[in-house]
């Protein structure tokens, strides 16, 4: 009877440390934690090769989670996502542009404060392989760490409020993490600058506008036969909105009042006794570039596409973000360019202008702590590096900005990110482009005056605003 008894403790043990499963056995919520979880990540731009490192990573830490990767066209994006989200079928990790993350308020979760995480551990054992699962609730990014850690940008545009319910008030949280910052910069073709006697581009608009003058070439008929810069008009400058808008902000445009409606059409209290608000100035400084009557003009509608007219050596100057360095590599690889910081408006603080997606999760996801989890796990110094060393794209922590100073496709981009802004831009980030580039057209053009076109600009935008 002893031996009987001896024996079947002996079974009972065996089966308890081989099957990994002792836990289980006793404790509900580590069951739980063991269990294989499956997370949907949705993104845009970036290959899989760039995101599979660190999904197997963060399995090598939680090898029940399996993440699936899918990589979307940018013009298809937005359409799958809210309708999938719409559907219940969405994902529960998808990347938003920073400049749709309000839009995007009522879908997404969050950052908990703290989040449930299960560890499993496996390791061997007298009597073969023991897995021990231990759940713990794990602290998440705090605001103070948030604005620590990122660069400005980034705390302006992911902390948004959310209404509490129980403690009837709103309170500021985390909506999403970014891996990278790129930044708005100026690409220059050496072989015009060095023809025209031209050492270094401009660091500043005032000398933006004498290089222009000095570079641009106009035949008996009137026609460019050689243009400075791709700037003036909006279908043909890519990124022509934030062109504009970085203009305004140099110039001391308040874009929006602290309840998200546009003001750039107004004078702010700190210009207050100025003739005519900083808005005005900086669509006009901007739209004479594409005037005949000005002594600045260099541009048209005419010109293809401002990235396809500088990789075609047709224009001295092209306004883009680190993702055209690429593009225009392929395009012309024997373009013989440099790229150089955004000119700045003399005497005025340095602003730049901040283009970035954020990771975030959907408020509809099943395991919502692990897909935090991950988003934060991508967004830490050490899992990020690689990412951006694989991307070459400029990085949102501060901690890596130095490092990217000496790289050479990088510097321009990372040394601007510690003074890059953005602004809301409403609900609708389509229809905020669309007005700005009426806005333009109608000074090209001359459809409308400076004031009514600018005030009907902001009415445009502000109609998003909800």
Known sequence: MRLAKLTFILIIISLVATSGFACKLFNKKEQEASQPVELEFWSVFDESDAIEPMIAAYRARHPNVTINYKMYRYDEYKDKLLNALAEDRGPDIFAVHNSWIREYEAKILPLPPTLTIGYIETEGGLLGQDTSVTVKQEPSLTLRQLRDRFVDAVYEDV??????????????????????????????????????????????????QDQTKTITKIDKNGNISLSAGAIGTSQNVERYS?????????????????????????????????????????LRFYTDFANPGKDVYTWNDSFNDSLDAFSAGETAFFFGYSYHLSQIKTKAPKLNFGIARLPQLEGNPEVNFANYWANTVSKKSTDFSYAWDFVQFMAQEDNVKPYLEATKKPTALRALQAEQLEDLDLSVFAAQILTAKDWY????????????????????????????????????????VK
């Open 159 to 208: 902390v948004a409020p959310v209404w509490n319910e129980e403690q009837e008030a709103y309170e500021d949280k985390i909506m999403g993490l970014p891996l990278s910052v790129d930044t708005l910069a100026l690409y220059y073709n050496r072989d015009i600058l060095n023809a025209a006697g031209i050492a270094q581009p401009s660091a500043t608009w005032t000398a933006f």
């Open 425 to 464: 831009r409403g609900k609708d980030s389509g229809a905020m482009e669309q007005a700005l580039a009426e806005l333009i057209d109608s000074q090209v053009y001359g459809t409308m005056e400076i004031k009514d076109a600018i005030n009907l600009a902001a009415s445009k935008v502000n109609q998003t």
């Open 242 to 282: 934030d062109i504009l808008s970085i203009l305004m902000m140099q110039n001391g445009t308040e874009m929006t009042n602290d309840s998200g409606f546009a003001t750039f059409h107004k004078t702010p209290e700190a210009l207050a006794g100025r003739e005519e608000p900083p808005g005005w100035g900086a």
